[in-house]
């Protein structure tokens, strides 16, 4: 089975701290993908990584940026953590291609508060 | 642009009854659709997919969802409801030449004893 790991499931920080949200996947994927989760919004797409080094802007990128240097890691990076950022913070991962013979696995979330 | 519509926010169901979960989608084409599910607490597991072919789908946990171009829905069923099933329910979207997914604002699903 896949196997996603988000690094915390619960994590506090400051507002204007710089965070770090970690994810690691076991199955080798290409694609990896991180969300927010927000209750009466769904999820939304904050940035996506196709490749080692390569990465997409989904729909809401402004206040995050990400880091891909190997490949089963994928790291999201708040610059300077705000209230308005405090979410339930969904990573995924899948193979090369598209479609349902490549479905999204996702973790167990960190559920980040900014205070 | 492409989208997602679950219009019921939040269903309350008797243990042993009958399920269904409506999604509406709008796409220029035949999107990828999928069902996932959200156990509290929990990540996103994914229930069913579609791509082509057969409209009606089977997934895990007894549930299946049935594919209707002409109605744009992709509606998620399930015979007879057991409590584990509470959780909340996202239809999801991807359209050809894109690997993101178009997610809908989620259905959460109570179950009575």
């Known amino acids: 089975d896949v196997k996603v790991t988000q690094s915390s499931r619960y994590l506090v920080k400051r507002t204007g701290e710089k965070v770090f949200l970690e994810c690691v996947q076991d199955?080798?994927?290409?694609?990896m993908f991180w969300y927010r989760q927000d209750p009466g919004l769904g999820l939304r797409l904050i940035y996506f990584s196709y490749d080692v080094k390569m990465k997409e802007k989904g729909d809401i990128p402004e206040g995050y940026s990400v880091s891909r240097e190997k490949k089963e890691r994928f790291s999201l990076i708040l610059e300077s953590a705000s209230t308005n950022q405090t979410s339930m913070y969904l990573c995924?991962?899948?193979?090369?291609?598209?479609?349902?013979?490549?479905?999204?696995?996702f973790g167990d979330g960190t559920r980040l508060s900014i205070l | 642009a492409q989208s997602v519509t679950q219009p019921d926010i939040h269903i309350t169901v008797s243990e042993g009854a009958s399920l269904e979960l409506r999604c509406n989608y709008s796409y220029g084409a035949t999107p990828y659709l999928f069902w996932y599910v959200q156990s509290p607490g929990q990540g996103l597991q994914l229930l069913l997919k579609?791509?082509?072919?057969?409209?009606l789908v089977q997934g895990i946990k007894g549930f299946e969802a049935e594919f209707k171009r002409s109605q744009s829905s992709f509606n998620l069923r399930k015979p007879s409801v057991h409590w584990s099933d509470a959780a909340e329910y996202f239809c999801a979207l991807e359209g050809a030449g894109s690997y993101q997914l178009t997610f809908g604002k989620g259905t959460k699903l109570s179950v009575i004893p």
């Open positions: 199955m080798d994927h290409e694609n």
């Open positions: 995924a991962s899948s193979l090369p291609g598209q479609g349902p013979n490549q479905p999204q696995h």
């Open positions: 579609y791509f082509s072919g057969d409209t």
